[in-house]
């Protein structure tokens, strides 16, 4: 890990550090912040103890986030474009980082202040989206252009559409229990139950059906929330040392043969699909075409990048082998046929096995 501070100026690495200490800072106070709603009831209630409950909430959050993948971190960073994130210098990336993290840090530390259940991943969207459209109104770029849109869409509708569904689910499930139960014993306070059958603690089936729900609360909050730590270090590391981040310097020569072929690979499915994809998208480059001032990723240019990067990889081992630049321009490269291959494979009309095989080659690239 040590090697991502390697070749970095003094100021830099320390920005790297003091970076990096806000991303913890984040996920600690996302921990007690969301931690509280995910045990509040069985405290509450008294079916466990408040210094059992948060250790094992912990832990079940822990295990979440251990089984989750990184879905949910991989839509963090696509949020912002991926021209943006390429294109940002190590000065403008520890601003960039910097600004979201304190602005999340400060909204959910005062909501947890005040003792308002504020969410933290709407905190966390919100100050991607301010960071992406602030930089946007800075450099001219059209605000349209300067978040991923159809990703933005997509969180939004889901932030939105949960609590709805919490909602509906929660009041069903009330309204079912009042059926079986009587009013009075599904909702006695602790006093009241104290008071009138003599316990201190809901019955059995009540309390062990009380944990469940909260530690299931736990374990989907890490595997959902947790994940998102894991984005802001990759946003962290993408903005401030790309050079280092962009490509697994652990790679194998095999694996770096099996990311050239993926290239080639596809280069010549796109040949082999021409006839259908030249009426659907572009994907040659007219002749002599003035080269862009800044990096973006266009599909015009799928095949001259697969040359330059078979070209690249054609005698390298090690990604060692390269210098920074190099490095970063074979993951700018990388990163746009990607994104253009997953344009390639939402067109209708293309063999389900074709696809099949683009989806493959996808894979194989990173």
Request: net charge positive.
């Amino acid at each position: 890990m040590l090697e991502m501070f390697n070749g970095l100026s003094f100021e830099l690495g320390l920005g790297l550090a003091l970076a990096l200490t806000f991303v913890l800072a984040y996920e600690f106070i996302n921990g007690f912040h969301d931690t509280a709603n995910a045990v509040a009831t069985v405290i509450y209630t008294k079916a466990m103890p408040p210094h059992m409950a948060v250790v094992a909430s912990g832990i079940f959050n822990c295990a979440g986030v251990l089984a989750g993948g990184l879905g949910v971190a991989y839509a963090i960073v696509h949020l912002l474009p991926v021209d943006l994130l390429l294109n940002v210098a190590s000065a403008h990336g520890l601003v960039m980082v910097f600004a979201l993290l304190s602005s999340a840090i400060l909204w959910n530390l005062g909501t947890w202040y005040f003792g308002i259940p504020a969410s933290s991943s709407h905190t966390l969207i919100g100050a991607i989206l301010g960071v992406g459209l602030a930089n946007a109104l800075m450099t001219g770029v059209e605000v349209s252009k300067g978040i991923n849109v159809q990703k933005a869409i997509d969180i939004m509708l889901s932030l939105i559409i949960s609590p709805l569904v919490g909602m509906v689910i929660a009041g069903g499930l009330l309204l079912l229990m009042k059926k079986f139960f009587t009013t009075s014993k599904i909702h006695k306070t602790p006093e009241e139950r104290q008071t009138w059958d003599g316990k201190k603690r809901p019955p059995f089936w009540t309390r062990f059906t009380l944990i469940a729900s909260a530690m299931g609360v736990s374990f989907v909050h890490g595997s959902n929330d947790g994940q998102k730590g894991i984005g802001l270090i990759m946003l962290v590391l993408i903005g401030i040392v790309p050079g280092q981040f962009v490509l697994n310097m652990e790679s194998t020569s095999y694996q770096i043969g099996r990311t050239k072929d993926a290239a080639i690979h596809m280069g010549d499915f796109y040949q082999r699909n021409s006839a259908y994809l030249d009426q659907m998208i572009d994907l040659k480059k007219v002749p002599n075409a003035e080269m862009p001032q800044v990096f973006k990723c266009d599909s015009k240019d799928s095949m001259s990048s697969i040359a330059t990067v078979a070209n690249l990889l054609s005698t390298t081992e090690h990604y060692n082998q390269l210098d920074v630049e190099k490095r970063r321009e074979v993951r700018r490269l990388l990163l746009c046929l990607d994104d253009t291959a997953k344009k390639v494979s939402k067109l209708p009309g293309i063999p389900a096995s074709e696809i099949s095989d683009l989806n493959k080659l996808r894979k194989a690239l990173r």
